[in-house]
Structures are given as C-alpha cells and as structure tokens.
C-alpha cells in the first residue's frame, strides 16, 4: 500500500521545518513549537488538517505582526523549496488564517509561494472574501511570465476544484472565471492549459448549457485548443451528451453493428469481469468513441453508473475487435457490493447492448 499524503508531515519534516525558522527569527522556540505539533490526537488527522494544525502553530509562535511573520516564512520557505512542494502549503495556509486583512500583502506573498509550491487552496477564501479585487489580480495574473503564476489564476477559482472549499458564487454562475480561463485558453504551457480544461469540466457539472456555448465560440481554432475542449468536456462526453459528441465529430451510428458480446456472467470479488465484442459496419467505421458503462450495485439496492473509456479514433475499415476486462479487487475509492451488477457498451453515446452479471 503506498504510503499516506498525511504522513509527509512527520518528524523528519518538523524538526526540519523547526529549524529553518530558528535559522531566521532567533526567538523561535523550536523545542516547544515541536511538542505542540505533536499532540495526543496528531495521529488521527488527516492531511489537511494536519497542515492547518501546523500553520496554526506557526502563527502561534511567530511575532503578532503579520507583515513581520510572513517576512520570516518567505525567507524559510526559500531554504526549504528545493526538496518540498505539498509539505510546503503551510506557508499558504498560514496566510489564508492569519493574512485575510492584510490583501495586499497576501496577495503578494501567495504570487510568489506559488512559483514552487501551489497556492489554489488559500487563494479561495481571499475570492469568498474579495470577490472583485481577488478576480481582478487573478486577470492580471493572466500574463505573468511564469507558468505557476499564471496556472494559480485559472486553478484557484475553479469551482469545484478537489479537498478545497467550494466557490458557490462561481457555481451559480461562471461568467467571471470564463474572463480569465479565455485569457488561458491557448497558453503556451500545457500545465496552464490542462488547470484551464479541468476549471471548464467543472463548469459543466452545474451550467452544461454555458460550457455549450463556449465549445461552439472557441472550437476549431486549432487542434490544441481543441484537445483542450475535449478534456474540458469530459463529464459530457460520458453522460452522452448529443450535442457535445457532435461537436467532436461522433455522430450517431446509425449504420453500425454489435456482434459476438461476451462476457463473465459470474464474477468473483477479487477477480475481473472479462468481456469481448466485434464492431461492423458495410462502411468504414469512420470516427468512433467506444465506451463501456458499468452499473455498480451499492448499499441501498440502487445502482450507480460509471462509463469508462475504451478507446477513440477514426478507424479506416469495417470491423474491430475489442477485449476488455473491468477488476474486482477491493480498492480504497470504491466499495464492491455483492449482487446483480450491469454491464453496457457505448459506440459513440448509443448503447449496444447491456447485459447483467452477478458478483459473488
């Protein structure tokens, strides 16, 4: 088993913490600040707790002063960036406790924390705080010459960006960020333009309609934007959204055949669910996205649907062969229910055919 994020934060990490800030403020009690790290129920945090926990700490031992304090951090934060990147956003998280009236400063000091260690998390309570003037340093953000810098304006107001709070103000309506994610969407940097494909799938999950608008306004201008619409458009692609697929050249396949599925009727859990198909047509197959959808039974009796990608391209002959299997071994992120569970084929957001199994 690999071993937990949390786990980063452990005593190696502190003492070395402890003394690089000793390094540049004398008064640093390293041997105080470290007891009050590890407390009796420091075990049973999880990773972000466990890092509010430390920059609390920090804010603690570190003078009053914000300005004063971040002085000292940005210093320790420079003899430390060469081998951290997560374990070093608790220099963010302190500014996001201690540095929310102080804008400027923050906004300063998350730019350049940024450069090495990402600053999305904290930047989003300053956006809940200061809607127009946090918006407004995320545009000029925009055109920084450094790719991290300009990443951070795309990544930190995405609405549902992952282990960060929400921005319901975005979720309602993404008019703002489209300012910027338009600024992005031809970035140079791959690294930008992936943050901005995942802010605009994002998008989709609460105003599809808006991000229609933008695929129809912005495809077609190259074949880089373009793969960045596509990822952009992901969660569309799998909910079979017609209009999407069209836009990306998956038309309905209405001369297209299934032939030959077969599948394990009985899985069992730990093992995998294997299955096969042929694809005809009395033409070329032309441009076609095979997915499968699996119906996973869950706790309360009802299924819950996943779709998968198994493959997308523009296949020049008339048949295609496809095998495929799905495991059944326990994992972290999901939980196997023993039962009748349904398997489905998706050729270009039609489905062929569906069929249950049952795990055993």
């Not at 003394?19 to 999880?46: A, H, Q, R």
């Not at 129809?216 to 990822?231: E, F, P, Q, T």
């Not at 009395?282 to 706790?299: C, H, P």
């Not at 198994?310 to 048949?319: F, G, K, M, P």
Request: hydrophobic content about 35%; overall charge positive.
């Amino acid at each position: 088993m690999a071993p937990l994020l949390k786990n980063l934060y452990n005593e190696e990490y502190i003492s070395l913490l402890a003394t690089n800030i000793s390094l540049f403020y004398k008064e640093f009690d390293v041997e105080n600040f470290t007891k009050e790290i590890f407390v009796e129920s420091y075990e049973n945090l999880e990773l972000k707790e466990r890092m509010r926990h430390i920059s609390t700490m920090l804010g603690t031992h570190l003078p009053s002063d914000y300005k004063e304090s971040i002085e000292i951090l940005k210093q320790v934060f420079s003899s430390m960036n060469y081998a951290f990147s997560l374990e070093n956003m608790i220099f963010q998280d302190f500014v996001e406790v201690y540095g929310l009236n102080d804008f400027k400063i923050s906004m300063d000091t998350l730019e350049s924390f940024t450069k090495q260690s990402s600053s999305e998390f904290a930047i989003r309570k300053f956006i809940l705080k200061y809607p127009e003037e946090t918006l407004q340093q995320m545009l000029l953000w925009t055109a920084s010459n450094n790719e991290h810098v300009r990443r951070l304006a795309s990544e930190g107001c995405r609405p549902r960006l992952p282990w960060a709070i929400s921005l319901p103000l975005f979720k309602k309506n993404p008019t703002k960020i489209l300012e910027i994610l338009t600024l992005l969407k031809d970035d140079e940097s791959k690294y930008v333009r992936k943050s901005v494909a995942n802010n605009l799938n994002d998008i989709s999950k609460d105003n599809p309609e808006i991000l229609k608008r933008v695929t129809k306004k912005w495809i077609g201008a190259s074949r880089r934007r373009d793969s960045l619409l596509k990822h952009g458009c992901r969660t569309l692609l799998k909910n079979s959204d017609r209009e999407i697929l069209e836009l990306f050249g998956f038309k309905e396949p209405t001369k297209i055949q299934l032939k030959n599925f077969c599948f394990t009727k009985d899985v069992k859990l730990g093992g995998s669910l294997e299955f096969s198909f042929e694809i005809i047509s009395k033409e070329v197959l032309g441009q076609i996205r095979v997915e499968f959808a699996l119906d996973f039974l869950r706790k309360n009796g009802q299924q819950n649907r996943k779709v998968f990608k198994i493959s997308e391209a523009t296949v020049l002959e008339n048949r295609k062969t496809i095998s495929k299997s799905y495991s059944f071994k326990k994992i972290s992120t999901r939980v196997y229910y023993r039962g009748k569970q349904r398997v489905s084929i998706l050729i270009n957001g039609v489905s062929f055919v569906s069929e249950e199994f049952t795990l055993s």
